[in-house]
C-alpha cells in the first residue's frame, strides 16, 4: 500500500497565478473530477493537516439548545465588538489573533501541497472515491483558514475578498488542481455536490464563519471519512445555528438551502435527514407540520475576539498593531500581532461558556457523549475493503 505523507511542507513549489487575473482563465473542465478507481489501494496520509488543526482549533463542547439572548458585557466601554448573535457559543474556532511565522507558514505549505499532490501521484482519478472526497474538504478548509489569516483580522466571511484580489473569496479562482483553476464555490456546487448523491457530505465545509458545520481538529481521511461526516452531522444538527427553536416554522440553516441539489424533495427529505441525526430536543422541533425556513446564518468569523482589532477595548492595558506577512515592511494591515498583555475580552467571555459548559456535561454524566446513528446493513456477503482505524483528535482545547 502506497502512502503519501503530507506534513505541512511544501513538495512542489507552484507559482500561483493572482486570483486577480482569474477572469483571464479559462474556464474550468469539472469533468477531470468525476472519475474515480474505487479498487486503488493507493492512500494519503492527512496527518501534516492534523497537527497543523491540533494546534490552531479550540474544541468548544456542544451547547444546550437555549439562545443566548442577553448581550455580550464588556466593562471599560460601550464600544461592543463581541459577537450578539443566539448561536456566539457555538461550534470550534480558530485561534488566529495569536498564530505565529511557524503556523502561517505551515497552513500555507499544507495547501500548496494539496494543490500539487494530484500531479505527483499521476491525477486524482487513481484514488478511491473517499479519498478523493477527504482531498477536497481538506483543500476546501485550509484554503479558507489561509484566505481568513491573510485577512485578518476581519469580522464578516461572507465578505472577506480573495487576498490581494478584489473578488469574494468564495467565488475568487485562488487553487489550482490538476491545471484547472479553481474556487472555493467550484469545489463544493461543481465537484462534491455534483459527484457525491449524499447530504452528510454538507458537513466536511467549514466555510470560516460561526454557522458553519464546525471545522474538526483532524483532518477528513479516505478510511474515515464517513465516520467523520456522521459526528460532524450530529454536532451541527442539533445545535441552534443547524436547527432553530421556532413556533411558527422550522428555521435550518441556509448550508441545507445552499445545497438543495441533495434534497429532491426539499422539505421531506431534509426533515427526514436532520430525523437521523437529531437527539430528543431536536426532533422536538422536527415532529410539529411547520413550514422549512432555511434562513440560519452567522456569518460572523469563528475565531476567538470576533475580528476585533483590540484585545481588550479602550480601557484594556493593550491594544491589537497591525503587520504585514512576511518580510515586509508594517505598512499593511493584513493580521494582528500575538503578544497582547491579556486573553482579549471577547476570548475571555467565549472561554468562560466553554468552561462553564464542560463543567455542566461532567455533573450530567455527558462530556464526551455521542450520538448514535442507525446506518443501512453491510451484506456480509461482499469482501470488505481495507480500511485502517481511524484516530480521531477532537478532545481537549488547544
Not at 476581519?154 to 468564495?170: C, K, L
Not at 472555493?184 to 458537513?203: E, G, K, M, S, T
Not at 466555510?207 to 456522521?230: H, I, K
Amino acid at each position: 500500500m502506497r502512502r503519501y505523507f503530507l506534513a505541512g511542507i511544501a513538495l512542489i513549489a507552484i507559482a500561483s497565478t493572482p486570483a486577480s487575473h482569474a477572469q483571464s482563465q479559462p474556464m474550468a473542465d469539472f469533468s477531470v473530477f468525476a472519475e474515480a478507481n474505487d479498487n486503488s489501494n493507493m492512500v494519503i496520509d492527512h496527518e501534516g493537516w492534523s497537527v497543523i488543526l491540533r494546534g490552531i482549533v479550540l474544541n468548544v463542547p456542544p451547547m444546550d439548545r437555549e439562545p443566548e439572548r442577553t448581550r455580550p458585557i464588556q466593562t471599560g466601554t460601550r464600544i461592543n465588538t463581541a459577537n450578539t448573535t443566539r448561536y456566539r457559543h457555538e461550534g470550534n474556532r480558530v485561534v488566529y489573533h495569536v498564530l505565529n511565522d511557524e503556523y502561517r507558514e505551515a497552513i500555507t505549505f499544507q495547501r500548496e501541497d494539496l494543490e500539487a499532490l494530484p500531479d505527483q501521484i499521476g491525477g486524482l482519478s487513481r484514488l478511491s472515491s473517499n479519498e478523493q472526497l477527504a482531498y477536497w474538504f481538506n483543500l476546501y478548509n485550509v484554503a479558507i483558514i489561509e484566505q481568513t489569516m491573510l485577512n485578518y483580522p476581519v469580522r464578516w466571511i461572507n465578505n472577506m475578498e480573495a487576498h490581494g484580489s478584489d473578488e469574494n473569496v468564495f467565488d475568487a479562482k485562488i487553487l489550482e488542481v490538476e491545471g484547472q483553476r479553481l474556487s472555493l464555490n467550484d469545489i463544493r456546487h461543481n465537484i462534491v455536490y455534483a459527484n457525491w448523491d449524499d447530504p452528510r457530505v454538507i458537513y466536511g465545509f467549514f466555510n470560516g464563519s460561526v454557522g458553519s458545520p464546525e471545522l474538526r481538529r483532524s483532518a477528513y481521511t479516505g478510511a474515515g471519512v464517513w465516520g467523520q461526516l456522521d459526528r460532524t452531522a450530529g454536532e451541527f444538527v442539533n445545535a441552534l445555528r443547524g436547527v432553530e427553536v421556532n413556533e411558527r416554522e422550522l428555521r435550518v440553516s441556509v448550508v441545507y438551502d445552499e445545497a438543495r441539489v441533495l434534497f429532491p424533495d426539499f422539505e421531506t427529505d431534509l426533515r427526514a435527514h436532520l430525523a437521523r441525526y437529531a437527539n430528543e430536543e431536536t426532533a422536538e422541533q422536527l415532529h410539529a407540520d411547520r413550514p422549512v425556513s432555511a434562513r440560519v446564518s452567522d456569518w460572523q468569523v469563528a475565531d476567538m475576539i470576533n475580528g476585533s482589532r483590540r484585545c481588550t477595548g479602550v480601557a484594556g492595558p493593550s491594544t491589537m498593531t497591525s503587520f504585514a506577512f512576511g518580510n515586509a515592511e508594517q505598512t499593511q494591515q493584513t493580521g494582528v500581532v500575538a503578544n497582547c498583555a491579556t486573553m482579549p475580552t471577547n476570548a475571555a467571555i467565549l472561554m468562560t461558556a466553554v468552561q462553564n459548559r464542560r463543567i455542566e456535561l461532567f455533573r450530567e454524566g455527558r462530556y464526551g457523549e455521542v450520538y448514535t446513528v442507525d446506518l443501512p446493513t453491510i451484506d456480509t456477503t461482499e469482501p470488505a475493503a481495507d480500511a485502517a482505524p481511524e484516530t480521531d483528535d477532537d478532545s481537549g482545547t488547544e
